[in-house]
């Protein structure tokens, strides 16, 4: 039930009043909901002049008012409304908010965030460690991530003590994998991925005890895990190769040929390639594809060529793979998807190991949807933010022209023959 009479709310609430209520709902949520300080109304209409002069009780003729928060409030009072100021806005709209108190309270629960920090380092037996000091300087600059509620992110810093007394206290243990470590910790494998706030706390942490630079990328980030005996996961990513046959006399090394010469395609993973020597005739031509579709066509083809796989963005095992390659003089040739995800990669990959283009030109473009669109195949729109190609300055335009998306299975016959050419 309102406390305000009809009639006394429907005046209330008429448009006359509606820049008044704004503006001090506006000041008082600013200044602790207190009705003191005035405002200022300018460029008022007749109604606004003539119900606002009601409300205060004096006439008003000019275009601009002063009105006193405190006059207002007792005006009010008086009235037939019978309620304050601040009773009379939640009467007549929501409840008001305290912001001046709510930001108080905010700044207090955040500042809570890093004492409790400070009270679990004073606590640990990190305490005495160097670095530490700046571990936290460093943290509460950073401050805590978006969305990160305070008492999440209490839970969070206190669980990054406890991995790192784990990792550098003078009782650490031997070697562990990282998921045993998250569990050990968080109670869940995951709680340590790549990504995640945690983890980026700890690998802080590690390269500061060890004065490393924190790394940017994955393969820097295991070799820091690495440097506290923690094993990441080396053996669910993987990437697709075909036909590598590297000079070594390991076992590693005879299985790839073997497969190589049985015209076997081959997963990779992190741990493989630590353990392979991958040392392949100097100038060997590697040609890298997109999809997987273009290695299991080549392996049925028997082609002779060997051949890289991306598997669409390219992991990171991949590049750790083609850096690999390119440390020992192998050179490459790319092919992608004609759409705009496509050329980006492409761009990185040419940027990166001065790549030729292969069959990713204009004119290559232009024959495969001209071919397409008289074989009857449905086409496929193309979509997204324009991206140009390092290689080609021509293609981009062609492609927004066309307006068609073509992926690597449209050229597959011509990428195959290119594959079953011995060089």
């Known amino acids: ?182 569990a050990m910790a968080t109670g869940s494998a995951h709680g340590l991925d790549d990504g995640s706030w945690l983890a980026r706390l700890v690998q802080r942490g590690v390269a500061l005890a060890h004065g490393a630079e924190f790394p940017d990328d994955a393969a820097g980030r295991r070799a820091l895990w690495r440097l506290v005996s923690v094993t990441p996961d080396e053996v669910s990513s993987t990437v697709l190769t075909y036909g590598l046959r590297p000079v070594g006399e390991g076992w590693r090394e005879h299985a790839l040929r073997e497969r190589a010469e049985h015209h076997a395609e081959t997963h990779l993973t992190p741990r493989d390639l630590h353990s392979l020597c991958l040392q392949l005739p100097a100038g060997t031509l590697i040609h890298v594809c997109e999809n997987p579709r273009v290695v299991e066509a080549a392996a049925d083809a028997a082609c002779v060529q060997p051949l890289v796989c991306t598997s669409g963005s390219a992991a990171t095992v991949v590049f750790t793979l083609l850096d690999a390659l390119a440390v020992t003089g192998c050179r490459f040739a790319y092919h992608g998807d004609f759409d705009w995800p496509g050329i980006a990669l492409a761009n990185r990959v040419i940027r990166r190991y001065e790549a030729q283009p292969w069959r990713m030109g204009t004119a290559d473009y232009e024959h495969l949807a001209a071919r397409s669109q008289a074989e009857g195949i449905p086409q496929l729109a193309l979509d997204g933010q324009l991206i140009n190609a390092d290689w080609d300055p021509d293609l981009a335009p062609a492609m927004t022209a066309l307006g068609v998306a073509l992926h690597e299975e449209a050229t597959l016959d011509l990428l195959v023959d290119d594959l079953s050419r011995q060089t």
Not at 99 to 113: L, M, N, P, S
């Open 1 to 182: 039930m309102s406390a305000l009479p009809t009639a006394t709310r429907e005046w209330l609430t008429g448009p006359g009043l509606t820049r008044l209520w704004e503006n001090v709902r506006k000041r008082l949520e600013g200044n602790g909901v207190q009705a003191t300080g005035s405002l200022r109304l300018t460029a008022m209409n007749p109604q606004e002049r003539n119900d606002l002069s009601l409300l205060l009780g004096k006439p008003l003729t000019g275009a601009a008012v002063t009105v006193r928060l405190d006059v207002l409030d007792a005006r009010l009072r008086a009235s037939a409304a019978g309620l304050g100021l601040r009773q009379t806005l939640e009467e007549i709209g929501p409840p008001l908010t305290n912001r001046r108190a709510a930001r108080a309270d905010a700044t207090a629960r955040r500042e809570q965030v890093w004492s409790s920090l400070a009270s679990s380092l004073d606590a640990s037996p990190l305490t005495g460690q160097e670095w530490i000091r700046q571990w936290y300087d460093l943290l509460r600059r950073a401050g805590v991530p978006r969305g990160v509620t305070p008492e999440a992110a209490v839970w969070t810093l206190q669980q990054a003590v406890q991995v790192l007394t784990t990792l550098l206290g003078s009782e650490r243990g031997g070697a562990r994998g990282r998921g045993e470590l998250a």
